[in-house]
Every structure is written in C-alpha cells, then in structure tokens.
C-alpha cells in the first residue's frame, strides 16, 4: 500500500515545500506587468520540478488564461489531471513538441493545441483531425533567431500555405502564431528588437496570404517583465512564476516583486563530535580544521543536487549559513557545523535553498555557486524528494 502524505513526511528526512500562494501572486505580478496581454503559464518539466497539477490549478487561481508544455505526454497528463477538478474549468492547453507519427488524435480528444514548425506537422495533424472528425487548433511557429524550432522566416511562407490548405479542408483552425526569443534576459541586446521585426514581418506575410490568427505570441519571463514590445496578445512566462527571476545579475526576485515559491529542506540524520583534522566524504577533498560537530543532510545527486556543489553549495541549519564540506554523494552531504554549533541536534531542518527572507540560501545562490542557472536547481530536483504543496491557491475542493 502507498504511503500517505503523513507517513511520507515522517518516513522520508527530505522535502520540497511549494509554496502555491507564491505562486499565485507571481501569476499577479506577471499579468500586471503585460495588462494588454493575457498569460499562459509554463508547466512543462513537472511545472520546472514544483509539481505540474498543484502549480496548474494555483496559476489558474492567479489568473492564469492558458497553460503550456513543451511535449505531448505532458499535455494528456496536465488535460487529465485537470478535468478530475472541475472546478478547475477546462483552460486552453498548448503543447510545442512532438515527434512524426505521435498518435496526434489524443491530443484532439483532450482539446490541447498543437504547435507546427514544418509543413510535415501541418500534414500529420490536419490527418489525425480527418480521422477524429475535428477540427484541430494549430500555433504556426516562426523561428525569428531562436535558431531552434520554428520555420526560418524564408520557409514560412511554405508553412502557412500547408496550414491554409488544411484550414479549407477544415481539418485546422489557425489559432496562432509564434516565436521564441532568445537573448530577452539581456535587456541591451539588440538581437530581442530584431527578433521582434521578423515576427511582425512574418505575422504581416501570413497576412497578405490570408491568415489573422487571433493569438501572436513571443515573450517568455524575461520579454514579459524586461520588453513591452514583445507582449502582442499572449505571454508565455515559466521561471518568473515560479518566483526566480530570468536574469538574477539584473533584477532579483525581490526587485522584480517576486516570491520564490520552492523551499528544499532536509532533517539532519547525522550529528557527532569529530576531531580536528577528521577526512570528510569521498575522496577526502576536505579535512576539518578544528574540534567540530558534523552534521549529515540526507540529499544527494540522486536527488538533484549537482555534485558540482561539493565543497561549494550554500545551506542554513537554525539560522546559520554553511557550505557543503567535501563531495556530494549519491543520498547525503556533509556539513561541518564547527566548534559552536553543540547546540545542533539530530532531526533539525538544513535548508538548501527558499525564499531568502530570513537571509538564507536561494536557488540563485546555488546557481552561481555551480556555475548554472536557476532553472537547472529547480528542474533537476529529482522525483525521490517529495513535494509538499502549501498556501490556499487552487487548492480546489473538488482537487
Ligand atoms: C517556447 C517556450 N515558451 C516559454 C518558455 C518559458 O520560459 P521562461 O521560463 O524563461 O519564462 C519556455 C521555456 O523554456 C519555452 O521553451
């Protein structure tokens, strides 16, 4: 039998706590940025490792319209998830990937929107829509330098006359129109104002052929809050709702009004006296340097935490701020708590990373200290840590 939530928290010394009215504000915080726009939140990744339906419901209570993913497997589940909860309603899901021969009518049944980069997509969805007997809401992607997906600018015009084509078989409905950006989290890169001049040059073409999708969508966090010209009717922010910011050297979570929703926080399982000159983890990469205590954080790279941290990775035990001494095992790290610290016990909360109200760690601090982004400390958080969901929002009666 599965443990409960309860014999879970005391069985497992580990957990993620989320917290879902931050990220209900951050939804706020975002909308009110973009106000002509409206706002599809970014799920994909298991909602960037905070848990994909808790966060799709309390983005939904923040005033989210839309919810996105990246692959198709995400979409069914999220469609899934939330149509157990309905009072949830039935938001408009996007999904942007999906490899040739992917059983496309799931997607129509479930009502999720599929993105088409190449004329190919266009062809297998307007089938599947023919055999569903539907008709299939299709976001042409242009590449306007991304350089990933999308049709480059000189094969669009090849992508909007397959879409046209399906559209008169009335296998597809043309809903939107999109791009990717890919240097909004440097406000003085020009490249984002080029970008912009070839989506309004490809939205201006697709025009003139006869296509006015009534969703244009470019920004992601950072176009959202550092770029108005790149709001057109829908932004799509993913890290920024989760609280952190796209671009921590210019404006931090607080400074942009945002709440880091995700606290990753271990009981210490391990307390001893140790002598100085006591060898720690493997390989011995640190030795204690006076009569100390050490303490034993059951978290490790099987859990998400990169082994890059050995030596280096902030944490906090009863409000003092500490490293990672030695290399980073599979399952638990090591702190040197030092001479002070008798008062340390088994059983008390490391926190490797929250908010940083209190002056603890945050997932940027990890970042810079690993030489990563904030994106990678959340989304890599492995599936062994148990996410505890917290706060009010979206916590739907019915969910
Ligand atoms: C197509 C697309 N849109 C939006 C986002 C959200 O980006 P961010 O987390 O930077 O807001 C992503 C994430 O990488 C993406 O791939």
């Known amino acids: ?203 201006a073409q697709a025009e003139r052929a006869g296509l006015r999708p009534q969703l244009r969508h470019l920004a992601a966090s950072a176009g959202t809050l550092f770029h108005p010209a790149t709001h057109f009717d829908l932004v799509r922010p993913g890290i920024a709702v989760y609280g952190l910011s796209p671009a921590p050297e210019v404006a931090g979570s607080a400074a942009l009004g945002l709440r880091p929703a995700m606290t990753l926080e271990a009981r210490l399982t391990v307390v001893k006296a140790a002598p100085a000159g006591t060898p720690l983890s493997y390989g011995h990469t640190a030795v204690t340097t006076a009569d100390t205590h050490l303490g034993v954080v059951p978290l490790g790279y099987g859990d998400g935490i990169p082994r890059a941290a050995s030596g280096v990775g902030p944490l906090a035990v009863a409000g003092r701020r500490y490293h990672v001494a030695g290399r980073v095992c599979m399952d638990q790290v090591v702190v040197d708590l030092g001479p002070e610290s008798a008062g340390v016990a088994v059983g008390d909360t490391a926190v490797l990373f929250g908010d940083g109200g209190d002056g603890g760690p945050t997932a940027d601090d990890w970042a810079r200290a690993v030489g990563t982004i904030n994106y990678e400390i959340v989304t890599r958080l492995g599936c062994r840590v148990p996410r505890m969901h917290v706060g009010a929002a979206g916590m739907w009666e019915d969910a």
């Open 1 to 203: 039998m599965p443990l409960t939530a309860a014999e879970t928290a005391a069985t497992h010394p580990a957990r993620a706590v989320v917290d879902l009215d931050a990220i209900a504000a951050n939804v706020g915080v975002l909308r009110a940025a973009a106000p002509g726009a409206a706002t599809m939140v970014v799920v994909k990744a298991d909602a960037y490792g905070h848990g994909l339906l808790p966060v799709a419901r309390a983005a939904l209570a923040g005033g989210a319209a839309w919810l996105g993913v990246a692959q198709l497997t995400e979409a069914l589940e999220l469609r899934a998830g939330l149509d157990r909860t309905p009072s949830a309603g039935r938001p408009p899901i996007l999904s942007w990937i999906f490899p040739p021969g992917a059983p496309l009518g799931r997607a129509l049944e479930a009502g999720i929107d599929l993105s088409a980069s190449a004329p190919w997509a266009v062809h297998e969805i307007a089938a599947a829509a023919r055999t569903a007997g539907r008709t299939a809401r299709v976001h042409l992607e242009v590449d306007t330098g991304m350089g990933r997906g999308g049709a480059r600018p000189e094969a669009f015009a090849e992508l909007v006359a397959a879409a046209l084509a399906a559209r008169a078989e009335g296998t597809v409905d043309v809903v939107g129109i999109w791009s990717h950006l890919a240097c909004a989290d440097e406000p003085s890169n020009p490249a984002t104002a080029r970008q912009v001049e070839v989506f309004t040059a490809a939205l």
